[in-house]
């Protein structure tokens, strides 16, 4: 059985593009399997998995909040902590619209559009991360350092 080739999606032109040292990891997807399943897949801790979460506040504005696989966001604190009355995931087919990724493939480079990024305190203390590289059954492993250079984000503290 031949080996799967990686994908070259926009994350992956943007990682190239910004010089940064990434390692893809391919894994059989699992539609509702989450970070979960991908942790499993690739032998690490759901912890180190960071999922990238499309969100709108109450006036329709998007944002992407970067959370530990193992972890949930607390939306009224994420609310108060940037100064708008309420957050919301967005539903799936307005998430693909803002970012340009399906759904379960939503990786925080290379969106189609830019929108403002918060991250868990917690994910900047660790020294590489899992996060998806813009294709549903493709993470891409890098130094969180690197990830935070890139996409610049502020961190919160949100985890709950």
């Known amino acids: 059985m031949g080996t799967k080739k990686e994908p070259v999606t926009p994350a992956i032109r943007a990682l ?13 997807y699992q539609e509702h399997g989450g970070t979960a399943h991908s942790a499993r897949a690739l ?28 972890r949930e966001v607390a939306t009224g604190l994420l609310a108060r902590s940037i100064g708008v009355k309420r957050v919301d995931p967005c539903e799936p087919k307005t998430a693909e619209r803002h970012s340009g990724y399906q759904v379960g493939g939503t990786s925080p480079f290379g969106t189609r559009r830019a929108m403002p990024v918060y991250c868990e305190e917690g994910v900047a203390a660790l020294p590489r991360i899992y996060i998806n590289g813009g294709k549903r059954g493709y993470l891409v492993s890098l130094a969180t350092e690197d990830a935070l250079r890139l996409l610049a984000p502020r961190l919160v503290c949100v985890a709950r």
């Open 43 to 70: 032998g690490v801790d759901e912890h180190l998995v960071i999922k990238t979460l499309i969100m709108e506040d109450e006036a329709g504005n998007p944002l992407i909040v970067l959370m530990h696989g193992d």
């Open 16 to 28: 190239r593009a910004a010089g940064v040292a990434f390692e893809g990891h391919l894994y059989d």
